[in-house]
């Protein structure tokens, strides 16, 4: 009885076979490896307690090389979950090997299919950069270390250093921001019947939509736009106004003799200084009586 052949045999004649199948047919593409997961959050960029709700999401990855573009339709797709109120976004960048045995194997791209080669010896630094909404988005961190840029490298990826999990957490500067993603942020579901326009869950007397211009909390009766104090300084020269103001937003004071006017400005726009802005103006003499508001520069 003849022994059965050896391992080694089996996989020389696969092999064998393989480079005389590839003559005739395509060859086939690489062995997919354990690659590259980045997942993380996105939050505004100038006020970072805000979370961003994630709409849309596209990653460039490079090599130096050649660029893989992944998004929400891309293969493999970055995917956009929800969890405890809040948007994540989960990438998963592909490798593969390319070489079995004597064989080469096809890049996975000339299926439609984002992936890399996992190289053995002198790895390339990979160069990743979101888009988040439409906008660029900003590094924040990188497993919690602090990070920056618009683009974050991932060095030391080979063979030996297959499969790997980093979170990065974003923050974008929206061109515009809309008042369906405030108010997706302040209440979780903007179709809430809290969340509408005209509603005052907070009831300190500023619509939603009042609340969203100024950039205020409308869960947060404290949060909202109005005087604090005026006060007449010693010598009865000069008077001081402070009111609830938020950073990054412009106001203008403006006085008037009587509540119902008129009205006029006194003084350029002051910018907003958070949580509280004070200014000093001259006291109103001669006139008896001095009324004075904040307005929001739009």
Same mark, same amino acid.
Request: proline share 11%.
């Given at each position: 009885?003849?022994?059965? =052949?050896?391992?080694?045999?089996?996989?020389?004649?696969?092999? #064998?076979?393989?480079?005389?199948?590839?003559?005739?047919?395509?060859?086939?593409?690489?062995? @997919?490896?354990?690659? *590259?997961?980045?997942?993380?959050?996105? !939050?505004?960029?100038?006020?970072?307690?805000?979370?961003?709700?994630?709409?849309?999401?596209?990653?460039?990855?490079?090599?130096?090389?050649?660029?893989?573009?992944?998004?929400?339709?891309?293969?493999?797709?970055?995917?956009?979950?929800?969890?405890?109120?809040?948007?994540?976004? /989960?990438?998963?960048? $592909?490798?593969?090997?390319?070489?079995?045995? #004597?064989?080469? &194997?096809?890049?996975?791209?000339?299926?439609?299919?984002?992936?890399?080669?996992?190289?053995?010896?002198?790895? $390339?630094?990979?160069? *990743?950069?979101?888009?988040?909404?439409?906008?660029?988005? +900003? !590094?924040?961190?990188?497993?919690?270390?602090?990070?920056?840029?618009?683009?974050? $490298?991932?060095?030391?990826?080979?063979?030996?250093?297959?499969?790997?999990? &980093?979170?990065?957490?974003?923050? /974008?500067? @929206? =061109?515009?921001?809309?008042?369906?993603?405030?108010? #997706?942020?302040?209440?979780?579901?903007?179709?809430?019947?809290?969340?509408?326009?005209?509603?005052?869950?907070?009831?300190?007397?500023?619509?939603?939509? #009042?609340?969203?211009?100024?950039?205020?909390?409308?869960?947060s009766a404290s949060s909202v736009l109005r005087l604090l104090? !005026?006060?007449?300084?010693?010598?009865?020269?000069?008077?001081?106004?402070?009111?609830?103001?938020?950073?990054?937003?412009?106001?203008?004071?403006?006085?008037?003799?009587? $509540?119902?006017?008129?009205?006029?400005?006194?003084?350029?726009?002051? =910018?907003?200084?958070? =949580?509280?802005?004070?200014? +000093?103006? @001259?006291?109103?003499?001669?006139?008896?009586?001095?009324?004075?508001?904040?307005?929001? !520069?739009?």
């Amino acid at each position: 009885m003849n022994a059965s =052949p050896s391992v080694p045999r089996v996989l020389a004649l696969a092999l #064998a076979q393989l480079t005389a199948f590839t003559t005739f047919a395509a060859i086939p593409p690489g062995v @997919p490896e354990p690659g *590259l997961v980045v997942w993380g959050s996105v !939050v505004h960029r100038t006020n970072t307690s805000q979370a961003i709700p994630i709409q849309s999401a596209h990653w460039s990855v490079s090599d130096g090389t050649r660029t893989a573009s992944f998004s929400t339709t891309s293969r493999p797709a970055v995917r956009i979950v929800q969890a405890q109120g809040q948007s994540f976004y /989960i990438l998963e960048v $592909p490798f593969d090997s390319r070489r079995l045995g #004597a064989v080469e &194997l096809s890049d996975p791209a000339q299926s439609g299919r984002n992936s890399f080669d996992l190289r053995a010896a002198s790895p $390339p630094t990979y160069t *990743l950069a979101p888009t988040i909404n439409g906008v660029p988005a +900003t !590094v924040r961190s990188v497993n919690g270390a602090p990070a920056s840029g618009e683009a974050f $490298p991932v060095a030391g990826f080979n063979a030996a250093q297959r499969g790997r999990t &980093l979170r990065v957490d974003l923050a /974008i500067l @929206p =061109p515009a921001d809309s008042y369906e993603l405030w108010a #997706a942020a302040h209440f979780g579901d903007p179709t809430l019947p809290e969340a509408a326009r005209d509603a005052d869950p907070d009831g300190d007397g500023m619509t939603n939509e #009042a609340e969203f211009a100024a950039g205020t909390d409308p869960r947060s009766a404290s949060s909202v736009l109005r005087l604090l104090s !005026v006060s007449v300084l010693p010598g009865g020269s000069q008077t001081a106004l402070a009111w609830n103001a938020v950073q990054g937003r412009s106001y203008t004071l403006q006085g008037a003799p009587n $509540p119902g006017g008129p009205w006029t400005d006194l003084g350029s726009p002051v =910018p907003g200084s958070a =949580p509280t802005t004070e200014v +000093t103006l @001259p006291a109103s003499n001669p006139e008896p009586h001095r009324f004075y508001r904040v307005r929001l !520069v739009p």
